[in-house]
C-alpha cells in the first residue's frame, strides 16, 4: 500500500474553519500540503463575519509544524473566488487542490421558500464552487495537474423533504463535475464529488445525540483525501461517506425500449413498465454515449 502524502502540494479548503473543512485543512497539512484555510466566520445560516475561525485552525495546524495561512474571503462572489486562489498562488505559489467544502442551510418548505434564501443557498453551494474552481481550473490548466472535489449531498441525489433549495444547488454540483471531468481530462485534472452524513454545525439539530459518534466528521476525511491525491485516477465520481461507510453513486440509463413509429400517448402507458425499468442500467460518462445509445435497437 503506498502512502498518500500531500508534500510540495498546496491546497485550498472553503468552509475550513469547522466540521469537515477543519478536519480536511488539518489532515491535509499533517501530510504535507501547504493549506489556504477560507473561511468567511458566518452563522449557520450565512450571516454575519469573522476571521476567528479560519484563524484557530491556521494555529492549529502551525502548532503541529504545518503550513497555512487564512482568508476570509466570501466564496459567493468572482472577486472572491478570484482572491482566494490568488492567495494561494502568491503565498505558496500554485495550486494544485482545491475542496469545495463551504455550506450554508435555510432549510424551508417549498411554498414557503422566499426568493432570498432560494438565491443565498445556490449563492455559497454552486455559485461559490463556480467562483473559486474557475481560477484554479484555468491555473490548473497551466500547470498540467489538478484535483478539485465538489461536496454535494444525499438531499440533493435523491431528495430530502423542506431542503428544495439546497438538493437543487446540492445536483447541480453534480452537473459541474460531469463536465469539468471532460474538460480537465487532457491536463490530468480530476473531478470529482464527496457525498457526506456527518455530525457538523450544518446538521447538529437533523441527527439525534446518540449518534453523534457514529457519524463523526472524520469518517468523510479519508475518502475526501484520497480524492485529493496524485493516486487517485478516476474523475466524475460521486463517492458517499457516512458511518465507516464508503459507496459509489451513479446516474445510470435503463436499456429502455425503441418505437418503429411515432408511439401515442397510449402506447406509452402499455410500455411504461419497459421505460420505468432499470434492470441491465448502464453508466455513460458523457451525453454523447447516451444519444448514440438511444438509436440502437433493443431487439
Known amino acids: 500500500m503506498s502512502k498518500i502524502d500531500f508534500k510540495g502540494r498546496v491546497a485550498i479548503v472553503t468552509g475550513a474553519g469547522a466540521g469537515l473543512g477543519r478536519d480536511y485543512a488539518i489532515e491535509l497539512a499533517k501530510r504535507g500540503a501547504k493549506v489556504v484555510v477560507n473561511d468567511l466566520g458566518g452563522s449557520r445560516d450565512g450571516m454575519g463575519s469573522s476571521d476567528a475561525a479560519a484563524n484557530k485552525v491556521v494555529e492549529e495546524i502551525e502548532a503541529q509544524n504545518g503550513e497555512a495561512i487564512p482568508n476570509f474571503d466570501s466564496v459567493a462572489t468572482v472577486e472572491g473566488g478570484v482572491n482566494i486562489v490568488k492567495t494561494a498562488i502568491d503565498v505558496f505559489g500554485k495550486v494544485d487542490i482545491v475542496i469545495n467544502n463551504a455550506g450554508i ?146 446516474i445510470v440509463t435503463g436499456p429502455g425500449t425503441i418505437f418503429s413509429e411515432m408511439p401515442s400517448p397510449e402506447q406509452i402507458s402499455e410500455r411504461w413498465d419497459e421505460i420505468m425499468s432499470l434492470d441491465n442500467a448502464t453508466y455513460y460518462d458523457d451525453i454523447n454515449k447516451m444519444t448514440a445509445a438511444c438509436l440502437k435497437p433493443t431487439g
Not at 137 to 155: D, L, N, P, Q
Not at 226 to 242: H, K, M, V
Request: glycine content about 8%; proline content about 4%; overall charge positive.
Open 105 to 250: 442551510l435555510r432549510d424551508k418548505t417549498f411554498h414557503n421558500m422566499e426568493p432570498e434564501s432560494w438565491d443565498s443557498i445556490l449563492a455559497v453551494h454552486l455559485r461559490g464552487a463556480y467562483c473559486v474552481s474557475k481560477p484554479a481550473f484555468v491555473h490548473m490548466r497551466e500547470k498540467g495537474y489538478g484535483r478539485i472535489v465538489m461536496t454535494s449531498s444525499g438531499a440533493g441525489l435523491f431528495g430530502n423533504f423542506g431542503q428544495t433549495n439546497y438538493s437543487s444547488a446540492k445536483m447541480g454540483l453534480l452537473g459541474l463535475t460531469n463536465t469539468l471531468k471532460l474538460e480537465g481530462a487532457r491536463y490530468n485534472i480530476k473531478v470529482n464529488v464527496i457525498v457526506p452524513a456527518a455530525m457538523t454545525r450544518l446538521t447538529e439539530d437533523v441527527f439525534p445525540p446518540e449518534m453523534a459518534k457514529a457519524f463523526k466528521a472524520e469518517y468523510i476525511t479519508p475518502a475526501t483525501l484520497y480524492l485529493c491525491s496524485e493516486q487517485c485516477r478516476d474523475s466524475g465520481a460521486y463517492i458517499n461517506a457516512c458511518a465507516g461507510y464508503y459507496s459509489r453513486s451513479a
